[in-house]
């Protein structure tokens, strides 16, 4: 069965500060895809990345990073120099790719919520 | 805004009543989806449709009713919910051609049973 933790339920930092949200997954599918949301209070989840099993390469998009470790089974969320705007709840979730089914079956982590205070 | 819309935004009913909730994707996309986002729990898929089809019921009580009437539009009907029902409830929608496509969420309506 698939599995997403996210071990760390609440992350407190100071804006600017640097700050790593960890994510574990468990699939015995050897396709999968992995992403990440962020949801703020609004309460809609914001897609932020998808990211392929067999692309392993580490993503930079402005001040987010991803780092994807196959060997670990892990897919961590860094945000550089963090801003009080990033204050939301951010999601895992790990999803089998559906050849055939034409749809996603998204599995989630119970989130991280991170609080940036000025 | 992300081309997913729900209405309502909130809802509070007795265990006897009867309601739904609305979804519409304007997006252009060929499933929608139900999630359950409980307190301290994680999101949970109720349902899915594929080009209108369900395809998929998370053993989801008989009380959660879906329908997909068209590709743009979900609804979930409830009757004679318990009180551990509140909770927020998520539509979503993708798009697939032979990969697949992130998600995208609605702001969720949020459940009140008392």
């Known amino acids: 069965a698939q599995k997403v933790t996210q071990a760390q339920t609440e992350i407190s930092v100071v804006e600017k500060e640097d700050v790593t949200l960890d994510c574990v997954y468990e699939t015995r599918d050897t396709t999968y895809y992995l992403f990440w949301y962020k949801q703020p209070p609004s309460g809609e989840l914001v897609f932020l990345i998808r990211?392929?099993?067999?692309?392993?390469q580490n993503e930079i998009s402005g001040r987010y990073s991803w780092n994807f470790q196959k060997s670990t089974s892990s897919f961590n969320f860094t945000i550089t120099a963090s801003q009080v705007v990033d204050s939301a709840v951010y999601f895992c979730?790990?999803?089998?790719?559906?050849?055939?089914?034409?749809?996603?079956?998204?599995?989630f982590g119970t989130g991280t919520r991170l609080l940036v205070s000025p | 805004e992300t081309g997913v819309t729900q209405t309502p935004r909130h809802l509070v009913m007795g265990m006897t009543n009867k309601k739904s909730l609305k979804c519409e994707q304007h997006l252009g996309h060929n499933a929608m989806y139900w999630y359950k986002q409980s307190a301290k729990k994680p999101l949970e898929l109720m349902f899915v449709y594929n080009f209108k089809e369900q395809t998929e019921n998370n053993s989801v009580p008989s009380r959660f009713s879906p329908e997909c009437p068209n590709s743009s539009h979900l609804f979930l009907h409830l009757h004679t919910l318990q009180p551990e029902d509140s909770a927020l409830y998520l539509c979503a929608s993708s798009q697939d051609f032979g990969d697949n496509t992130e998600a995208f969420f609605g702001q969720g309506t949020r459940l009140t049973v008392v």
């Open positions: 990211r392929n099993s067999f692309d392993e």
């Open positions: 979730a790990l999803s089998e790719v559906g050849w055939s089914t034409g749809f996603q079956k998204l599995v």
